[in-house]
């Protein structure tokens, strides 16, 4: 397992702290992983796995199109990310054990993560910044602010928002970790608890209604009568709470959820809910909005886009609670559809839809006789695919669609893992039971003839 560990750190190292930056560590890991193993056999590309090379050559060569001052870099950072990890674990993930343990080793990782950031929603302490020297320009914009009295997360990445997403998937592994578990389920219960309750606290509204939504698919699937039980058992304790202390708790929590939801209602539906509830917070970022002015934007470089150093920016207008009129200047495009497009056209965008669909054919119709009961890998990945690419409408990816590749790795090496179970059913066990079978026979036929030889002496 040392050569998942060390890739795993390296995966949340983060890409804007001080030092040589990780892909290179990647790069130079992959070497002595193949030399030692000695598995460069393994570099092979399965026919339904074409859709990786296509997403691979667009990006690299739009890096290409479009050169700058960091192309070699960005594409040196993708090949690690992209090529190089997958490359790794598909040499370590070969059998069920090996399996059941990177997950396990995944799960418990990202508690221990979550632990350090719910102390950052809480204090605003980044362990990251102070271990990586992050500071200045390489912290995000928004250090430092609160919603709802916590102070906003970005843990090892860029982004608070990003930094959800990678949260909402790694819960679901969390769940998936839970409904299987046979073992120690107390402690895969709090690593669940601590998890789920980071991605809550980093208050992104987004992640806020999809993650639950994601949750209660997978324990949906564990079965009615489990969830039932839980729901029900929730319910009363929220009952009981609202009791206990009085109407003035249910109405602080209406007015709380209607404060951080209705800005984004205005924004789509161009309804003033945000004023009966008193929210100073604003919407969802003009993702609206966003569509019309990229498309106005880069209609004259439709096809290759207009490149990765080009900045786009926007005046925008607005009202606050109070009535007074603000004006500031957007340049983030949050949408990663749209980014795509912005930097690399339609050449750039093909690549990674077909990705996506790659990615979701691979997830929902790959045929695995799979290993366990109710709740499967691929069940848990192809809601986790689906989910996470809804989630690229309201951010532009960053670390975390690394950490997907990585998650995408495992899946395959579960497919695999899962087929050779079920050819070594298929193959082996008939003859077993044959043998088995013809052995019974042969020792009750040898039974009775000495049975008989003992009645004549």
Request: proline share 2%; aromatic share 18%.
């Amino acid at each position: 397992m040392i050569w998942l560990v060390l890739l795993f750190a390296l995966l949340l190292v983060p890409t804007n702290g001080r030092g040589l930056p990780p892909y290179l560590f990647i790069a130079v890991l992959a070497v002595l992983f193949f030399l030692k193993k000695s598995n460069i056999s393994q570099l092979k590309l399965e026919k339904k796995n074409r859709f990786l090379l296509y997403y691979a050559v667009v990006y690299v060569s739009s890096l290409f199109l479009h050169f700058y001052s960091g192309s070699i870099k960005v594409a040196a950072s993708f090949c690690a990310y992209f090529i190089l990890s997958p490359f790794i674990v598909n040499g370590i993930v070969k059998t069920k054990r090996e399996f059941n343990r990177v997950i396990s080793f995944i799960v418990a990782a990202f508690t221990v993560y979550s632990v350090f950031g719910i102390i950052e929603c809480l204090t605003a302490f980044n362990i990251f910044d102070v271990i990586f020297g992050r500071s200045g320009d390489a912290l995000w914009g928004a250090v430092g602010m609160t919603r709802y009295g916590f102070y906003l997360s970005y843990g090892s990445l860029r982004i608070m928002h990003n930094n959800a997403t990678l949260m909402c998937m790694i819960w679901a592994i969390a769940a998936y970790q839970l409904c299987n578990a046979r073992k120690r389920r107390p402690f895969w219960t709090l690593c669940w608890v601590v998890i789920g309750a980071y991605d809550i606290m980093m208050m992104s509204r987004m992640i806020i209604f999809t993650a639950p939504i994601l949750q209660l698919i997978i324990f949906r699937k564990r079965g009615s009568k489990w969830l039932t039980k839980r729901v029900f058992i929730i319910a009363v304790v929220v009952l009981l709470i609202v009791f206990v202390s009085g109407t003035d708790v249910l109405s602080t929590v209406w007015n709380t959820m209607g404060g951080l939801f209705a800005p984004i209602i205005d924004e789509f539906f161009g309804t003033s809910l945000k004023a009966r509830f008193g929210s100073s917070l604003g919407g969802s970022g003009e993702r609206f909005d966003l569509w019309g002015w990229i498309f106005d934007a880069v209609k004259g470089n439709l096809l290759f886009g207009k490149g990765f150093t080009d900045t786009w920016s926007t005046t925008i207008s607005g009202q606050n609670y109070l009535g007074q009129t603000w004006y500031r200047t957007k340049t983030s495009i949050e949408v990663q559809w749209l980014n795509r497009l912005y930097r690399t056209g339609l050449y750039g965008l093909s690549g990674f839809i077909v990705f996506q669909i790659g990615s979701i054919k691979r997830t929902w119709k790959e045929k695995v006789r799979c290993f366990e009961n109710k709740v499967t890998f691929q069940f848990v990945m192809k809601w986790l695919t689906v989910f996470y690419f809804f989630h690229l409408f309201g951010i532009a990816a960053a670390e975390e669609l690394n950490i997907y590749y990585f998650l995408l790795a495992i899946y395959m090496c579960y497919v695999n893992i899962c087929k050779k179970e079920a050819q070594t059913a298929i193959v082996y066990q008939p003859e077993s039971y044959r043998d088995m079978h013809s052995m019974k026979q042969e020792k009750k036929h040898h039974g009775k003839k000495n049975g008989l030889r003992r009645l004549k002496l």
